[in-house]
């Protein structure tokens, strides 16, 4: 196995996410020669701040680079396509952030291209990588609780809350025709389909926009700010603030999430329940060390996440010992190794651990539905055909 060292790597975007992967990077040794911006004045800064060999001018510039390897992509989500297609192209391998691209017929694209090219291709859900959920996708593998019946649970964030908070993300232009759902109900979608293992077959969605006017500022924000512009204009919003969705899994499953971007207090608040017919787990993104488990004829547990109480995925994704508790940035590092193992072998194994772009196209496919089931009021399946 190449060390990782040896590995070259990029990064495109330098903003809230793009730097979690930079350190997640550097944690696992991977040398990564620069990164782009969207100018070379301020990819030249960021560089400097984060303490980068350079800031590239052009994506070319980045493809023509033949240390690089990789190139991770956490521009925002209407630059995926485009960028991811190109590094492909190039024959590099890529990490793209999700939603993978604006449409499904984009990501189904970007599937096809990525099979072609033989080259490691993953979409960074993250939250899978938390060391307990590995474990309980292996327990729920077991068998151990039984049959799925129930997968229940909620996203809620409130940095949307006051109709003077903006972001890119508020604009289908850049963000997509679904806001909520697209940027944090995709995450509770693939997760609770992972941990389940069975794909969403049928939805039925209800979205809602309550804050219909925006102020948006006249200068650039950044993600998660809270500080008021003095300048705005009125925006008129058509994208969700919240989701309520019913959903079918394929064993038969009935699964219920709601997502919002718009609930006080609740800054990341990821959690679920999975009831099967043997057992339950329940998990909370603000406690991520902590998994619930429910029995009904005996006490139930609280798992500490501890790699000498965890099975061989849960231990693989833990870098620390029980009761240092881990969190966000370290889910990188645990996805990542994951990544990196395949690139180090020269390309994809047969069955990969880590979320692919298939995984990011099947996610584009549910939105798809759900969007259509909220324009008509009625269930919609999952068209999988294309
Ligand atoms: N996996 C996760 O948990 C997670 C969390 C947050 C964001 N994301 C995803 O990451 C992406 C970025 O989100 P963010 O919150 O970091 O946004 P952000 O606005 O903080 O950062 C985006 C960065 O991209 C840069 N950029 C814009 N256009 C560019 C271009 N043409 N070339 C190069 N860089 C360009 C911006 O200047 C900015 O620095 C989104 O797709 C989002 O959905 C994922």
Redesign the pocket.
Known sequence: MRPAHEIGAAV???????TVHIEALRRLGVTIHGL???TLE?GAERARVLGLPRAYATLDEILADERVEVVHV????D??FRQAEAVLAAGKHVVC???LALTSDESGDLVRLAARSGLVNAV?F?IRFYPLNQHLHEVVGSGALGDVRLVTGHYFQDWLLHDTDWN?RLEPAHGGALRAVG?IGS?WLDLTSYLAGQPIMAVMADLTTFVKVRRQPTGPV??FSTERAAETVAREMRTEDAASILLRFANGARGAVTVSQVSPGRKNSLQYEVDGSLGAAAWDSERPDELWLGWRDRPNEVLLRNPALMGAAGRAAASLPGGHVEGFGDTFKALFRSIYSAVAAGGPPARPEYPTFADGHDEMLVADAIAASARAGHWVDVERAS
């Open positions: 495109i975007g330098s903003g809230f996410i793009g782009l911006e969207v301020l956490t521009s925002p989500n630059l995926h952030e999700k939603p960074n993250n890119w940027d995450h950044e993600t």
